[in-house]
């Protein structure tokens, strides 16, 4: 049994105040005891200690949302119009001859920035087949790995294996609903209700989506479809993108992960809430891609709710601390005096409940798993503890931990 007492200036759990000289006892990798350090250390007298100083120790950051098979895309785009006009260029690069070696390197250089970032928990877009696979399980990061699905994929339950371990899992993720048919989201549907792994699914990104779904002259039949020779599909109309997969009765009893959702009504608030789904903002993303930015001012009472920094053929890099930033200067003013928690909270709790995995990680809870990073704070002017977190950068990252097992420290 290994068990290990870490202590720290500063602890932030997310789900309780912080804690002033506070310590971890962690055991076989999960947390068994937290409070303040000096109750701890004359409890725990016998146990091996790790004293981290002056700083911050909280629950490691989960980028719930990226490509990292797509990062050698980034070159290859030039300048584009709006979301359509980007799609295109996307498209026409991956029917391009492109080596394996290529795209593992992307993965390869993602996953470091990632770590070196404090992320402990990575969402992927998997759409290779699983190249990014094997290189994840050897990262040492907590991986959800979502496996992108088309219609052309058929009985895809078929082809993949969907495993799951203690830092591994994964889920289908049909692409968006313009992309997917009707019959094949419902298909998608019957496989959660007979496996129950959860799904994940592009939804509600770019204005174009709305018109595609309320049966408008739209982006997506006009240019993409004859684009991947693809005729338009029959569908039933809705006001909204997310009410069309209400429609479809993709939230009944389902634990969804909706990534993006900009485009989004008061009708749609009502509904997020009545059937618990999860949700990932990407602002960046959002913003690089001229679709708007989403509504967070109406989904500060949203528990699943998390952020991730989308891939880099729709973001300028992948360092999270740089995404975390950018959506405190961009809605402080709509989110008030909640706004650093709440930044903090989307990369921590509020993610893992949007992967639902608030059962293992996210915060510094008595029986949750051990992924923690400590960041060096001390440069920081704030007494605010998040606002120290938020103005934090990669070279203040001192330890990564996913499971009670460092990979990696400076």
Same mark, same amino acid.
């Given at each position: 049994?290994?068990?290990?007492?870490?202590?720290?200036?500063?602890?932030?759990?997310?789900?309780?105040?912080?804690?002033?000289?506070?310590?971890?006892?962690?055991?076989?990798?999960?947390?068994?005891?937290?409070?303040?350090?000096?109750?701890?250390?004359?409890?725990?007298?016998?146990?091996?200690?790790?004293d981290l100083g002056n700083g911050?120790?909280?629950?490691?950051?989960?980028?719930?949302?990226?490509?990292?098979?797509?990062?050698?895309?980034?070159?290859?785009?030039?300048?584009?119009?709006?979301?359509?006009?980007?799609?295109?260029?996307?498209?026409?690069?991956?029917?391009?001859?492109?080596?394996?070696?290529?795209?593992?390197?992307?993965?390869?250089?993602?996953?470091?920035?990632?770590?070196?970032?404090?992320?402990?928990?990575?969402?992927?877009?998997?759409?290779?087949?699983?190249?990014?696979?094997?290189?994840?399980?050897?990262?040492?990061?907590?991986?959800?790995?979502?496996?992108?699905?088309?219609?052309?994929?058929?009985?895809?339950?078929?082809?993949?294996?969907?495993?799951?371990?203690?830092?591994?899992?994964?889920?289908?993720?049909?692409?968006?609903?313009?992309?997917?048919?009707?019959?094949?989201?419902?298909?998608?549907?019957?496989?959660?209700?007979?496996?129950?792994?959860?799904?994940?699914?592009?939804?509600?990104?770019?204005?174009?989506?709305?018109?595609?779904?309320? /049966? $408008? +002259?739209?982006? @997506?039949?006009?240019?993409? *479809?004859?684009?991947? #020779?693809?005729?338009?599909? !029959?569908?039933?109309?809705?006001?909204?993108?997310?009410?069309?997969?209400?429609?479809?009765?993709?939230?009944?009893?389902?634990?969804?992960?909706?990534?993006?959702?900009?485009?989004?009504?008061?009708?749609?608030?009502?509904?997020?809430?009545?059937?618990?789904?999860?949700?990932?903002?990407?602002?960046?993303?959002?913003?690089?891609?001229?679709?708007?930015?989403?509504?967070?001012?109406?989904?500060?009472?949203?528990?699943?709710?998390?952020?991730?920094?989308?891939?880099?053929?729709?973001?300028?890099?992948?360092?999270?601390?740089?995404?975390?930033?950018?959506?405190?200067?961009?809605f402080t003013k709509s989110l /008030? $005096? +909640?706004?650093? @928690?709440?930044?903090?909270? *989307?990369?921590?709790? #509020?993610?893992?409940?949007? !992967?639902?995995?608030?059962?293992?990680?996210?915060?510094?809870?008595?029986?949750?798993?051990?992924?923690?990073?400590?960041?060096?704070?001390r440069n920081s002017s704030s007494?605010?503890?998040?606002?120290?977190?938020?103005?934090?950068?990669?070279?203040?990252?001192?330890?990564?931990?996913?499971?009670?097992?460092?990979?990696?420290?400076?």
């Open positions: 049994m290994k068990k290990i007492l870490i202590s720290s200036e500063t602890v932030l759990p997310i789900s309780s105040p912080p804690i002033n000289r506070g310590a971890i006892l962690i055991v076989d990798g999960r947390i068994r005891d937290i409070g303040e350090s000096s109750i701890l250390k004359k409890r725990y007298k016998n146990i091996r200690s790790l911050t120790l909280l629950p490691g950051f989960i980028n719930a949302h990226t490509h990292l098979e797509l990062g050698w895309i980034k070159n290859r785009i030039g300048r584009f119009s709006g979301f359509i006009d980007w799609l295109q260029q996307i498209i026409k690069a991956k029917m391009q001859t492109i080596k394996r070696e290529e795209i593992e390197k992307s993965v390869e250089e993602g996953i470091g920035e990632l770590v070196k970032s404090g992320v402990t928990t990575v969402g992927e877009i998997s759409s290779y087949g699983g190249l990014d696979k094997p290189l994840l399980k050897r990262s040492g990061l907590r991986t959800v790995l979502f496996s992108e699905l088309f219609d052309w994929h058929g009985n895809f339950w078929e082809i993949f294996s969907f495993e799951k371990s203690n830092t591994f899992e994964e889920r289908p993720f049909p692409h968006a609903p313009y992309s997917c048919s009707p019959d094949f989201l419902k298909k998608v549907l019957r496989f959660y209700y007979k496996k129950r792994i959860p799904i994940g699914i592009h939804l509600a990104e770019s204005p174009d989506e709305v018109k595609f779904v309320r /049966g $408008e +002259k739209n982006g @997506f039949e006009k240019k993409i *479809l004859p684009m991947i #020779g693809r005729e338009p599909f !029959l569908r039933e109309k809705a006001i909204s993108p997310l009410q069309y997969l209400s429609k479809l009765k993709f939230f009944e009893k389902t634990m969804v992960t909706v990534v993006h959702m900009v485009q989004v009504l008061p009708e749609d608030i009502e509904e997020i809430n009545k059937r618990d789904i999860g949700i990932v903002l990407c602002p960046r993303s959002n913003l690089f891609l001229k679709v708007g930015a989403p509504p967070v001012k109406h989904y500060i009472n949203i528990e699943r709710i998390g952020i991730g920094t989308d891939g880099l053929s729709s973001n300028i890099n992948l360092d999270f601390f740089e995404e975390l930033r950018f959506f405190y200067l961009t /008030g $005096e +909640k706004a650093s @928690f709440f930044t903090i909270y *989307l990369a921590t709790l #509020g993610g893992a409940k949007g !992967l639902f995995l608030e059962d293992r990680i996210g915060s510094i809870e008595k029986g949750k798993e051990a992924d923690l990073i400590f960041l060096d704070t007494s605010d503890p998040y606002l120290a977190v938020i103005s934090a950068c990669k070279n203040d990252v001192k330890l990564v931990m996913v499971r009670g097992k460092v990979i990696y420290q400076r």
